[in-house]
């Protein structure tokens, strides 16, 4: 399939969008590099969510075992996954944390099994030992839920090629959600993003790896993650491509009443509503149906069929 834009896929023949003869075109976002991957800037991933832990919110529990989940991660490719995000903690409101070699006793068989899959690998951890780890079997991307603020995990990752995504995210999992309290959360993300994007570049870290994610539900009630989509804009313009991750998640339970395994519809809803203010990254369980929906906007922005084949979505390294 071809590149996603979820814009104006043609030229728009109005007036105020017709630039001047002698107008330099304006300049092309950089591609988005990550291991052994680069993606185009306009190109909107789904990244498959695969929890190796036995409590995680959604699915906890059903991929313990790694033949399981190295079954579940082909699947996902199979159905169009362009990124596996394979996360061996549990970070859902109120979990206790995992010790680091039970960690890494769940993430390498998994991870060194896949190392050689068509699509990125990434690794969802906070630890910087786990991240050297991850990185040495194979990894192309680490998903940092503390935007690399622990001690070390800078230099763990700044000699690398991985790509990184820096979340924001208020207490930790364990109190996170102790009546969480903003005086204007979008404000307060976007400049807390801003503050850890300049921390990575200080550490050597080039801005052509590092990803970004608002952190829908990591810290915040539903007015708040309604008000950080809604305003998503506002975390684009940081200049880097975003990541939102609201699949199945509690906020879509309290808008719709459904129970985690009927939220859907709700989670689709809420992915194309953040690919349409400028997510570039959908994290999520259920890739399939996603992977439909953007085929179909995909189709429609474009005012045409569009090839069915999502991949290959990035450039090999």
Request: hydrophobic residues 45%; contains cysteine.
């Amino acid at each position: 399939m071809a590149p996603a834009a979820l814009h104006c896929a043609r030229p728009c023949l109005s007036n105020e969008n017709m630039q001047e003869p002698d107008q330099p075109p304006e300049p092309r976002p950089a591609a988005w590099r990550c291991g052994r991957f680069s993606y185009a800037p306009e190109r909107v991933l789904v990244m498959g969510i695969l929890n190796l832990t036995p409590d995680s919110f959604s699915d906890g529990g059903r991929f313990q075992r790694p033949a399981e989940a190295i079954i579940a991660a082909r699947a996902m490719i199979d159905d169009g996954a362009d990124i596996l995000d394979l996360g061996a903690e549990s970070t859902r409101p109120g979990a206790t944390p995992t010790s680091e070699a039970e960690e890494l006793d769940r993430l390498l068989p998994v991870l060194e099994a896949l190392r050689d899959v068509s699509v990125a690998l990434s690794v969802d951890t906070r630890r910087p030992a786990v991240m050297r780890a991850a990185l040495a079997a194979g990894a192309d991307l680490i998903n940092d839920i503390e935007a690399l603020a622990a001690p070390g995990a800078i230099a763990a990752v700044a000699d690398s090629d991985c790509g990184l995504c820096l979340m924001h995210m208020r207490g930790s999992p364990l109190t996170m959600q102790r009546e969480p309290a903003y005086r204007e959360v979008v404000g307060e993300v976007a400049d807390f993003l801003q503050s850890r994007l300049g921390q990575a570049r200080a550490g050597g870290i080039a801005d052509e790896r590092i990803m970004l994610d608002p952190g829908i539900g990591f810290g915040k009630d539903l007015g708040h993650n309604l008000a950080l989509l809604h305003s998503l804009d506002r975390i684009v313009a940081l200049g880097r491509p975003v990541l939102v991750g609201a699949s199945r998640k509690s906020m879509l339970g309290e808008l719709t009443g459904r129970a985690v395994d009927e939220r859907l519809a709700a989670s689709i809803a809420v992915a194309l509503a953040a690919a349409a203010r400028g997510a570039r990254v959908l994290r999520v369980h259920d890739v399939r149906e996603t992977v439909d929906a953007l085929r179909v906007w995909d189709a429609i922005e474009a005012g045409r069929p569009v090839a069915i084949q999502r991949r290959p979505a990035a450039r090999s390294r």
